[in-house]
């Protein structure tokens, strides 16, 4: 098959050498079938001494100046020379018009524009001939890409910010971004502020791209020094079990597998990251080709904009260097260090010990035993139940586990269980206040890994109050009432009020940041939606608002229909987002996805199922609805349709009961907060009485908008209006 014919088959980036990028020069094939141009292989042998290929990582044992000997792939290096003729030889017209050839036919030998190769492939005897596409210009493309699609012989002049268009001077939907008063600029200005973005996006992406090779050299170093001490630590181990006596040659066997899992399980730590760096290199070096190809392109703003989104992300991930921190935590290497006196001991520590950098590899009954990482240290709330998860049991091992509760003081626990699901879970309490370990072990006493477990059990009731919420404000200080409090993504709280600043915060209260949301708005409630979107109540607007991680606007609901919307919330499964409204006496059902009106739950007055002047909605796990139905001083619960299920907590002003309830929520048990005049009340889902959360001295005053801002331990903060603060309480 000749090389003209073999370019029909072929992709352009099928002539390009995968490290350097560029058409092959002097393409040589490695014994993996993986091919490299000859001087990125001599730069590879000067920097690591070896070559390791890019694509496979195989090892290959060759000198630098066998490299020129090395097999040649005659077949790419004629695929390139008739390349390199095609495009020498382009002529600027194309061969039956005046405009600028697209394409190459090898079998007519000629250079055909777009339209001309349309009409080439229609006859059939044309249709099957061999077609190479050109590198067109990009001075040319350029040009090209400034014509008016719809006025061909006419050139851009402006690009409107608004509608993303472009137009030419004939172009009559300018005229209409005029009128509508869009923001229009002269195409130069476009076309300067796009190639200046798609600049500095390349260097950023090519910052990250040396860093993650910078990195994946490491880490095949670390994979070798690893092996050197496998293949030691091997040896040695061999050489000292021939000195011993046959009895203890079984414990030796034992010492060799477990050497062999340690390698396995490093093998495995290093496979993980090495497939995350190459999978970085190939989406960064992806992400470059596409924003190289978008120069001089306004109408692609938009993805410029999300590959710069992506980019960025990547490169804060490396700039993070979390890669390099978790990978020096997990690595370690092996090293056999035999007993020196193995006669004495030789019933007490067996042939000997394997170390690692990280200490001794305890050789343990249940060695692929470990307590999930997320419950190696627990914090949670005086008589809080608590569990802990340990995986990677047999059901041979269900005897063998062992577990003890014990305070630093001394005092032990004897309310643990161990249940069997799909993980050996265990469960328990602590009623003493201060620092508890769990010790879980197996038989023998041995610890399984992240053993021993630490539970740190707080006190409960108040744990911090915020002062002064309007000092931490930048605008806006007059606006001083604090009406709600949300979990934002990154598990800090977000304070709002009747402004549109918003005041975040970590849970332990310490301020972070204060955010803006856009001009003329006020955002009195908020609800996380996932996604990183949100939505919030607009009372000047009146109306809710839907925004992304930036706070910008996506949708709003309810213009024309809401008089004053209150507490917000959606729900996940039917995709519905409800509103209490205070003057309509109702609650709003709203499509999430598209905005329109589902209808409402409604019925002024104060029979059972009537409400009047509902302030907040929280949906629960079952996705029943239930309403603050402040007017009338009691929770209702409906169900998805609408209907009633039944008056969930009653009228009164003792513990057990509401007097104007504004605020609700469900935590991950399913009960409900509840604040109301004056109190913080928890309830069950059934609206049983739990108990009071808050003391009568701990300042609540007008309590409003409420957040469970961390699970374990249980801790809520709300936001208490009337003294313009936030309180936190453990519950």
């Known amino acids: 098959m000749s090389a003209k014919t073999v370019l029909k088959?072929?992709?352009?980036?099928?002539?390009?050498?995968?490290?350097?990028?560029q058409k092959f020069t002097d393409p040589k094939?490695?014994?993996c079938d993986h091919i490299y141009c000859l001087r990125c292989l001599q730069d590879l042998m000067k920097k690591h001494g070896k070559i390791q290929c890019p694509k496979c990582r195989q090892m290959h044992d060759i000198k630098i100046d066998e490299l020129k000997s090395m097999k040649s792939n005659e077949t790419l290096s004629n695929l390139v020379e008739c390349v390199d003729k095609i495009e020498s030889e382009q002529p600027e017209i194309c061969s039956s018009c005046n405009n600028q050839p697209k394409h190459h036919c090898s079998e007519c030998e000629m250079y055909l524009c777009w339209q001309c190769i349309q009409q080439h492939k229609k006859f059939p005897a044309l249709k099957n001939h061999s077609l190479y596409t050109l590198d067109t210009n990009i001075e040319e493309d350029s040009q090209d890409s400034l014509k008016c699609k719809n006025h061909v012989d006419k050139k851009l002049e402006d690009y409107c910010l608004i509608c993303n268009l472009t137009a030419c001077e004939d172009c009559k939907h300018i005229v209409c971004c005029y009128r509508n008063k869009h923001e229009v600029i002269p195409m130069q200005t476009a076309l300067n502020y796009i190639n200046l973005t798609v600049t500095e996006t390349m260097e950023i992406a090519e910052n990250v791209r040396e860093k993650l090779k910078e990195r994946l050299d490491v880490i095949t170093k670390n994979r070798t020094e690893l092996e050197s001490s496998l293949k030691l630590s091997r040896t040695v181990i061999e050489i000292h079990e021939c000195t011993i006596i046959r009895k203890v040659k079984e414990e030796s066997k034992v010492m060799m597998e477990n050497l062999t899992q340690i390698y396995e399980e490093q093998s495995k730590v290093i496979n993980i990251h090495v497939e995350n760096i190459e999978s970085k290199l190939t989406q960064v070096n992806s992400l470059m080709s596409s924003i190289n190809k978008m120069m001089n392109k306004p109408t692609e703003t938009e993805n410029l904009a999300l590959y710069q989104t992506t980019i960025t992300a990547v490169g804060n991930e490396v700039a993070a260097d979390e890669l390099d921190k978790s990978f020096t935590k997990t690595r370690i290497t092996p090293k056999f260090i035999p007993s020196p006196?193995?006669?004495e001991l030789i019933n007490h520590e067996g042939v000997g010990k394997l170390i690692t950098v990280g200490g001794v590899h305890q050789v343990n009954k249940l060695i692929n035993v470990k307590v999930n990482k997320k419950d190696e240290n627990i914090s949670v709330t005086k008589g809080q139940p608590f569990s802990v998860k340990v995986s990677s049991l047999a059901e041979s091992d269900v005897g063998q586990l062992?577990?003890?509760l014990t305070h630093k003081l001394g005092a032990k626990s004897a309310t643990l269980q161990v249940n069997r699901k799909e993980k050996y879970t265990i469960t328990g309490r602590c009623n003493l206040e201060g620092d508890w370990q769990m010790d879980i072990t197996d038989g023998v006493m041995s610890h399984v890994i992240c053993s021993p477990v630490s539970i740190k059990v707080q006190p409960l009731g108040h744990v911090h109050t915020i002062d002064n919420i309007s000092e931490y404000k930048e605008h806006d200080k007059n606006k001083n009432n604090v009406t709600n409090v949300v979990l934002d993504t990154d598990r800090c709280m977000l304070v709002s009020g009747y402004s549109r600043e918003l005041i975040k915060f970590d849970?332990?209260?310490?301020f972070v940041s204060r955010l803006q949301l856009p001009q003329n708005v006020s955002a009195p409630y908020m609800h996380h939606i996932g996604n990183g979107h949100m939505v919030y109540t607009d009372r000047v607007n009146i109306c809710v608002v839907m925004c992304d991680n930036q706070y910008q606007a996506i949708q709003t609901f309810g213009k024309g229909v809401l008089k004053l919307p209150l507490g917000v919330i959606v729900n996940q499964e039917t995709r519905i987002l409800y509103v209490a409204d205070?003057?309509?006496?109702?609650?709003f059902k709203f499509n999430i996805d598209d905005g329109s009106l589902l209808g409402k739950i409604d019925s002024e007055g104060s029979k059972a199922g009537q409400m009047k002047e509902p302030e907040d909605v929280a949906v629960t796990k079952d996705g029943h609805l239930i309403v603050a139905d402040k007017a009338n001083n009691r929770l209702q619960i409906f169900d998805v349709n609408g209907k009633l299920r039944k008056i969930l907590v009653g009228s009164g002003k003792e513990d057990g009961k509401v007097w104007t309830p504004y605020g609700l929520?469900?935590?991950?048990?399913?009960?409900?907060?509840?604040s109301s005049m004056n109190k913080l009340q928890l309830f069950d889902q059934n609206g049983k009485f739990i108990k009071r959360i808050d003391k009568e001295d701990d300042g609540l005053n007008y309590p409003v908008g409420?957040?469970?801002?961390?699970?374990?331990?249980?801790?809520v903060a709300v936001a208490n209006h009337g003294a313009q603060n936030v309180k936190i309480f453990n519950y």
């Open 402 to 404: 062992k577990v003890t």
């Open 341 to 343: 006196k193995l006669a």
């Open 582 to 587: 205070r003057k309509c006496h109702c609650v």
């Open 9 to 21: 088959v072929f992709d352009k980036r099928d002539l390009e050498c995968p490290i350097c990028l």
């Open 507 to 510: 849970q332990s209260g310490c």
């Open 706 to 715: 409420i957040a469970v801002i961390s699970n374990r331990p249980r801790r």
């Open 29 to 31: 094939e490695l014994e």
């Open 665 to 674: 929520t469900i935590d991950m048990d399913d009960n409900i907060i509840v």
